[in-house]
């Protein structure tokens, strides 16, 4: 076991460490003195300077960010909803059902991407269908401009003034543009394929619930919802953390679709830090500062998992105390 | 996205589980983000079989277009092969920039592979090329303007192994209908503007071309703009020049008579014109193998880009054969002195469409081709790709602004290239 995290984990980690802080530029192996120690200049190339390093990491930082807001919450919520309907022994075919849900999980994110590509293209499916609706579609994988700027846009406002880049690189108003239409495609792709799969750990979880306490509140006059908000979500915590972790580490990690689908493109509102991280080793051969974006994104996921973990953290509450929703406004748990 | 994979959680005390959920997180955390790590270094180089470091086989890596291109470059290497006696295998990449950084990171390279003028100047920077190009007895022949995008800190590295330019390709029929004859093929700007205003239909735009600087970058040329000095010295990105074109290009497609292939539902050029829905484009050599392969019943002709206001211009694309530093490169730069000769030039641009890259061919290539001179005559005026490390993603961060040119400022655009472009340069 030892011996197998070692090499697997331990020395790649370690082996990328020394990467990010060194000078090494992919020739030959960079422990055998073909790379220098630089300590965090790639650090700071990539925070810190006013060149395009620095730009590129904050737009993929912030089209990542747009990404995680949106898929993480759509696609628990999405992930218990279905659960919660296919639990129910009342439903006909739920067995097909289940299938059906998980069905894209077990697909080839590759191949689904392939398929959104021609979804959401100039003149296909998607955009046909909004036709027979009267609505003008996007040219959804090109078009780069940024959903909050659009709604801004729509009341008349558009970039008050240039203010000069506030945070790696970007100004304030590139900050709060919103995901892009392109990236927003990418989000449902995400929330459609990965819903199944925690559909599933929601639904391993609902069948491990005690029946008594849900007959209880049926006893006590409990409406279904009261049941779904205050009994089984609140039970469910355990696995919501998981849930939310795994989809945080995921999300985070954003990189097949943009490898196989979009290259970052359109106008670099699909690229993401893994991404880049790839695109600065591989083909800029500055292989530092792509290390240096690997860890930088690892300090991230441990800082978002952690921060999540600390919501969802057990408070002194017991399920009973729920049912008086007077009694502790405001607790925010998230569920 | 990695799908996730399924966890069955611990069984326990309330507050246990917790903890215990937690320490799983951080594992998967950990394993995730050794996974993202983005450094090739430990994976084995998929560049297949035996490098040739001791066994003199030469490995070629190269990134083909097709079947046509890998049978023709296969033919040559093993023609040269039997001749010398020295083993030499060909490897088609799937993706030629990524095995190519990972056989360099595992030092176990390809010996002969083809180089892109974007990939040039970061492996010549990090010292993995062999310049060779002293050594071969046609060096004199190559076009200076190719070499220049192969030529690093002073050095010449490698050969280019053929080129392409843009030239503006009209189809026919679109041409013949509007009412317009040979007259009327367009040398000015203004010309331009006109025709494609006459060429624009309910179903077809006039003009087409990709926003990404490999192709607006001809009107920058035309309007005597550039992205460096000649000595790649410093940015000259910033220019009244290039301002101009950017503004003419904005007025083309704001005024209707052109638009980019994406917002005509084609993936490039080719397409918008072989699917009807340009009617002329602007786009390189690589068009024809591509409009006889997916439109052959689509008729076009190609004619020079039109003069700017600073006279004639085009780019010109060119890859060329990088030898690794420190492997066989004895044997290694005898084949490309072998596949870089006129004879074997002149067979590769019959397979793929490509011109080939010294001069003592484009006669008889000329000869061959007439219908593509416009392409070959650009060869005089052409702008070629700025080799300095980062260039490249300079150049990419100008596309995807020029995506956005139609609601741009323009000058905006040229004035954060300028700064990017000078700092890699060494401003």
């Known amino acids: 076991m030892v011996v197998i995290l070692g090499l697997f984990l331990v020395v790649p980690i370690a082996m990328a460490f020394w990467v990010s802080v060194s000078d090494w530029r992919g020739v030959g192996n960079p422990m055998t003195g073909a790379a220098r120690f630089v300590g965090a200049a790639n650090y700071s190339d990539v925070l810190l300077g006013d060149g395009l390093a620095t730009k590129d990491l904050g737009r993929a930082m912030r089209n990542n960010l747009y990404y995680v807001l949106a898929v993480v919450p759509l696609q628990t919520i999405l992930a218990l909803t279905l659960a919660v309907l296919v639990h129910r022994r009342v439903v006909a075919g739920r067995g097909f059902f289940r299938s059906a849900f998980y069905f894209p999980s077990v697909t080839s994110s590759v191949a689904i991407t392939v398929v959104f590509l021609f979804l959401f293209s100039a003149t296909g499916a998607v955009n046909r269908l909004l036709a027979v609706l009267g609505v003008e579609g996007p040219n959804w994988f090109a078009d780069p401009r940024g959903v909050v700027h659009l709604a801004l846009g729509a009341f008349g406002i558009r970039a008050p003034y240039e203010s000069g880049p506030v945070l790696l690189g970007l100004s304030w108003w590139n900050w709060i543009s919103g995901p892009s239409v392109a990236m927003c495609v990418l989000i449902v792709l995400a929330v459609f394929t990965t819903s199944g799969t925690f559909m599933l750990l929601f639904l391993a979880a609902l069948q491990h619930l005690p029946g008594e306490v849900e007959e209880a509140a049926v006893v006590d006059g409990a409406t279904p919802w009261q049941r779904l908000h205050r009994i089984t979500v609140p039970m469910l915590r355990p696995t919501l953390f998981t849930v939310i972790t795994l989809g945080l580490i995921g999300t985070w990690q954003l990189f097949d679709q943009v490898y196989t689908g979009t290259q970052g493109t359109p106008g670099k509102t699909t690229l993401t830090p893994a991404y880049l991280s790839y695109q600065t080793s591989f083909q800029q051969q500055e292989w530092g500062q792509g290390a240096a974006i690997a860890f930088l994104l690892f300090a991230i996921i441990v800082v978002s998992t952690l921060v999540g973990r600390w919501l969802l953290r057990e408070r002194d509450t017991t399920a009973p105390h729920r049912l008086r929703p007077a009694r502790r406004p405001g607790t925010g748990s998230g569920s | 996205m990695p799908q996730p994979p399924l966890l069955r959680l611990p069984v326990g005390g309330r507050r246990r589980r917790t903890a215990r959920v937690g320490g799983v997180a951080v594992v998967l955390v950990l394993a995730a983000a050794a996974c993202s790590g983005g450094t090739g270094f430990t994976d084995e180089t998929p560049t297949g079989a035996d490098d040739g470091v001791d066994d003199g086989t030469v490995t070629v890596l190269i990134g083909s277009s097709g079947a046509a291109e890998t049978e023709a470059v296969e033919a040559a290497v093993s023609a040269w092969s039997s001749e010398s006696g020295i083993r030499a295998e060909v490897i088609v990449a799937a993706d030629l920039n990524q095995q190519l950084s990972q056989g360099f990171a595992a030092a176990e390279p390809p010996d002969v592979f083809y180089l892109g003028t974007d990939q040039f100047a970061a492996h010549a920077d990090n010292g993995s090329l062999h310049p060779y190009l002293d050594a071969l007895p046609q060096a004199a022949d190559f076009y200076p303007s190719l070499l220049r995008s192969f030529t690093y800190a002073g050095t010449t590295y490698c050969a280019p192994k053929d080129f392409s330019t843009l030239a503006l390709i009209i189809n026919t029929d679109y041409w013949a209908a509007a009412g317009l004859t040979d007259a009327d093929l367009p040398t000015t700007w203004a010309q331009l503007r006109e025709v494609a205003t006459a060429l624009t239909t309910d179903t077809h735009v006039g003009l087409s071309f990709a926003p990404e600087w490999q192709r607006i970058g001809a009107f920058l040329a035309e309007a005597g703009g550039s992205l460096t000095s000649p000595d790649n010295d410093r940015a000259t990105v910033d220019s009244p020049e290039n301002l101009e074109a950017l503004e003419y290009v904005q007025d083309l497609i704001g005024s209707g008579v052109a638009a980019f292939p994406s917002t005509l539902n084609t993936g490039w050029g080719g397409e918008a014109l072989g699917s009807g ?61 072998d596949l870089t000769s006129p004879q074997a030039q002149l067979a590769f641009a019959d397979a793929y469409g490509v011109m080939p890259s010294v001069a003592t061919a484009a006669q008889q290539w000329s000869g061959d081709h007439p219908d593509q001179a416009a392409f070959l005559a650009g060869a005089d005026y052409a702008h070629g790709f700025p080799s300095a490390p980062g260039a490249a993603a300079v150049l990419a961060d100008f596309n995807a602004q020029l995506e956005g040119l139609p609601d741009a400022d323009p000058a905006d655009i040229l004035a954060s290239v300028h700064v990017d472009l000078q700092a890699v340069l060494g401003g």
Not at chain 2, 280 to 299: K, L, Q, S, T
Not at chain 2, 310 to 323: A, E, I, S
Request: aromatic residues 8%; hydrophobic residues 50%.
């Open chain 2, 277 to 337: 829905s340009a009617a002329m484009v602007v786009e390189g050599n690589w068009i024809v193998g591509a409009m006889a392969a997916d439109f052959p019943d689509v008729r076009y002709r190609v004619v020079e880009l039109p003069e700017g206001p600073g006279g004639r211009g085009t780019l010109q694309f060119t890859n060329c054969w990088g030898v690794a530093a420190g492997t066989d490169t004895e044997a290694a730069v005898e084949l490309v002195a």
